[in-house]
């Protein structure tokens, strides 16, 4: 069995493994610990095909720098296992080129593909569960046909109670048709920096923030002025500004988004993260997490645990996916195709642990059990080895 089912028992193995070195699936960002006055809830559909839902989820948290490193390598190898399996050569072929179909199939089922997604649940009735990032269609870079009524379904089927909609350089207005509370906002390019203006506002003429630095700068008072809480998004700070934060704080910023969800921004370094959580907290400022959901993909990395009516550091709580913020622990992204399935096996619960090893064995029984001579495979294999042969006539 093992010699003839190697990959099914290196994922049981796994599975185990996982559950000795284990990793909550969640965690507080601010301070790095395991978030306790939250459920993160499983709906059943999720759970029943677990091995399918981890995997889509892991493939959706994979950081721009990860990702094309984990597909060349899961290619190749698939490539190379076709290749230099027994069997004819059109059935090598054959095999290589399944191979390579299910990867591209997995990559576009996590982008497009509906299904299942975990929710967050929170003890204190006090706290709004909110996103501060979010698009619709009215971005340039969003989903085709994703509305603000498809974004609040969203929200909703995974926790959210509110979330602002950031689309670029247009503030949104709320029509109260929403199925949960839609927040007016919007998301400013001007120089080599995202602005998020959180509240009511009228457009901006950015030409006047656009050039040099310290042209851009002022750019926070000014929305400040219009009412707005201003929160400068990553990965633009990390990259293009991350020697001039001071000046951020100077010029009047509100706060700083700590986490997103956009391919771009998972990479952002733990380290790098720390230094930021400390500035805000020297200055009172707050710190957010964003989906950056554009139409695609069906679950967020991040919620916020908002207090209504604070402000500053303490105002919000931002928690996110372990797999998510592990992209930027340190791993060298050559090897992501082993580190992501790790980091997926260790952040598993022991009910996602169960299920992995029910199908994992089903599979083994059905694939183990010798045929009878000119019997062809099918459920009643299964069943008979199972004992349940009468069942099935």
Not at 73 to 99: D, I, K, Q, Y
Not at 172 to 180: H, R
Not at 207 to 231: C, E, K, N
Request: hydrophobic share 50%; net charge positive.
């Amino acid at each position: 069995m093992l010699r003839r089912h190697p990959i099914a028992f290196l994922l049981l193995a796994l599975v185990i493994a996982g559950a000795l070195a284990p990793l909550g699936p969640l965690v507080d960002v601010a301070s790095g610990s395991p978030p306790g006055d939250v459920a993160f809830v499983l709906p059943a559909g999720y759970l029943a095909l677990a091995p399918l839902s981890n995997l889509l989820d892991a493939l959706t948290f994979l950081s721009v720098q990860r990702a094309p490193w984990a597909f060349a390598v899961w290619l190749g190898a698939l490539a190379l296992w076709g290749l230099l399996h027994a069997g004819t050569t059109p059935r090598r072929l054959a095999r290589t080129l399944a191979g390579l179909a299910l990867v591209v199939a997995l990559a576009a089922a996590a982008a497009a593909l509906p299904r299942p997604v975990p929710r967050l649940a929170v003890d204190d009735s006090g706290l709004t569960v909110i996103d501060y990032h979010a698009h619709t269609a009215v971005s340039h870079d969003g989903r085709r046909g994703w509305t603000p009524e498809r974004l609040g379904h969203w929200h909703a089927r995974q926790g959210f109670e509110a979330s602002y909609v950031t689309d670029h350089n247009l503030p949104f207005t709320p029509t109260g048709s929403e199925p949960l509370s839609l927040l007016p906002g919007a998301e400013w390019s001007v120089h080599r920096q995202h602005v998020l203006a959180l509240g009511p506002g009228q457009a901006l003429v950015r030409d006047s923030f656009t050039r040099t630095t310290p042209r851009m700068l002022p750019v926070f008072a000014h929305l400040a002025q219009q009412g707005a809480v201003t929160i400068a998004s990553i990965p633009e700070y990390w990259r293009n500004h991350w020697d001039g934060l001071d000046a951020f704080v100077t010029a009047g910023v509100g706060g700083f988004e700590i986490v997103s969800c956009g391919p771009k921004a998972l990479g952002f370094p733990a380290a790098a993260r720390r230094r930021v959580v400390a500035l805000a907290a020297a200055h009172d400022l707050l710190v957010t997490g964003g989906s950056d959901n554009h139409g695609w993909g069906a679950v967020t990395c991040v919620w916020n645990l908002s207090a209504p009516g604070a402000g500053g550091y303490g105002a919000n709580r931002v928690i996110a996916r372990a797999v998510a913020a592990a992209q930027g622990a340190g791993a060298p992204a050559w090897a992501a195709a082993v580190t992501q399935p790790w980091v997926m096996f260790r952040t598993m619960g022991w009910s996602e642990r169960a299920i992995w090893v029910t199908w994992i064995v089903l599979y083994l029984i059905y694939r183990g059990l010798p045929r009878r001579r000119q019997e062809p495979g099918g459920l009643g294999i299964l069943a008979r080895s199972l004992s349940l042969r009468g069942l099935f006539g």
